[in-house]
Nanobody
Framework: QVQLVESGGGLVQAGGSLRLSCAAS????????MAWFRQAPGKEREFIAG????????YYADSVKGRFTISRDNGKNTVSLQMNSLKAEDMGVYYC????????????????????WGQGTQVTVSS
């Protein structure tokens, strides 16, 4: 029901910032909770940040809390991840994901709750 396309990945120096964006198709974007997941080299895909459909609640992995900010613009069908103070361990492929199930109000950190996924965008942090 929704297609997701990430953008904004690239190479950034440690300590720097990067902003990822995810554009979603459809006209029911506010029904979906959105999240960013990351798959670092040699690791399983992990939850990074999530935001519910009406943007009343956000949730962050401890590793990025205070450094990353997730936001959304339901009028533009976009969700963003502002990443500051980047570290080498932030490297990986970042995926945008969406879930409609209770997504208007709910934020989930679980990969299995998400039904739709973008293709991923690579973030490389150099030190």
């Amino acid at each position: 029901q929704v297609q997701l396309v990430e953008s904004g990945g690239g190479l950034v120096q440690a300590g720097g910032s990067l902003r990822l964006s995810c554009a979603a198709s459809g006209r029911t974007f506010s029904r979906y909770a959105m999240a960013w997941f990351r798959q670092a080299p040699g690791k399983e895909r992990e939850f990074i940040a999530g935001i519910n459909g009406i943007a009343s609640s956000t949730y962050y992995a401890d590793s990025v809390k205070g450094r990353f900010t997730i936001s959304r613009d339901n009028g533009k069908n976009t969700v963003s991840l502002q990443m500051n103070s980047l570290k080498a361990e932030d490297m990986g492929v970042y995926y945008c994901a969406a879930t409609e199930g209770s997504g208007r109000l709910r934020v989930s950190k679980y990969e299995y709750d998400y039904d739709y996924w973008g293709q991923g965008t690579q973030v490389t942090v150099s030190s």
